[in-house]
């Protein structure tokens, strides 16, 4: 009697999927802004316009690996490693906003790293952090605070789209961040930008 109860209140997992509110599938917002070609374009107009510090732009082979990321992010974030001078912050503060501006009418503001206190002010689809390494680690009352590290974890916990610049190497950001900051961070797509300081 109990089974037979049982049996005909028992729901599939389907019934679930489809009942639950509360249980939602982590999806994360997939971008497709142009062809790559196009999106080249774009990036150089919008770096020479808005990098007036530079006498002659030089368009870089890791350049291209942001192009193609803009071409499909497949729901990936992008972390821009490398030397200072080689455009990270021009192309996280204004290239991408420009172009996402562009096409998806989004707008697009980072926050530096050790401005950084609180998530709330990343209420869009992105947390935007230029300059990741650069925090310094805040006391409230004798309780330790990273706010980046706890941006990070925001974005992960609400599917928000990653996009960050760092001077740090590999090897740094390991001795900085905890395992599980740097799984999150392994989330995004990494392109290490080299070359030759455009900084006088």
Not at 42 to 65: G, N
Not at 69 to 94: A, H, P, Q
């Amino acid at each position: 009697m109990v089974m037979e109860h049982f049996k005909k209140n028992m729901r599939t997992i389907e019934d679930t999927f489809k009942q639950a509110d509360f249980l939602k599938p982590k999806v994360y917002n997939r971008y497709k802004l142009g062809t790559k070609e196009e999106l080249k374009e774009m990036f150089i107009k919008a770096f020479e316009y808005y990098d007036r510090t530079i006498d002659k732009y030089e368009h870089l082979p890791s350049y291209d690996e942001i192009i193609d990321w803009m071409v499909d992010t497949r729901g990936r974030g992008l972390m821009l490693m490398g030397e200072c001078g080689l455009g990270k912050s021009t192309i996280l503060n204004y290239v991408i906003p420009a172009i996402f501006r562009t096409r998806t009418n989004k707008v697009l503001r980072s926050i530096p790293a050790k401005e950084l206190v609180a998530v709330d002010r990343n209420v869009a689809p992105f947390i935007i952090i230029d300059d990741l390494g650069t925090e310094s680690i805040k006391n409230d009352y004798g309780t330790k605070i990273d706010a980046v590290a706890d941006a990070i974890s925001y974005a992960e916990d609400n599917s928000k789209t990653l996009l960050i610049t760092t001077n740090l190497s590999p090897n740094s950001l390991k001795e900085r961040y905890d395992e599980r900051t740097l799984d999150r961070l392994r989330k995004c797509k990494v392109v290490i930008i080299k070359g030759k300081s455009f900084r006088k």
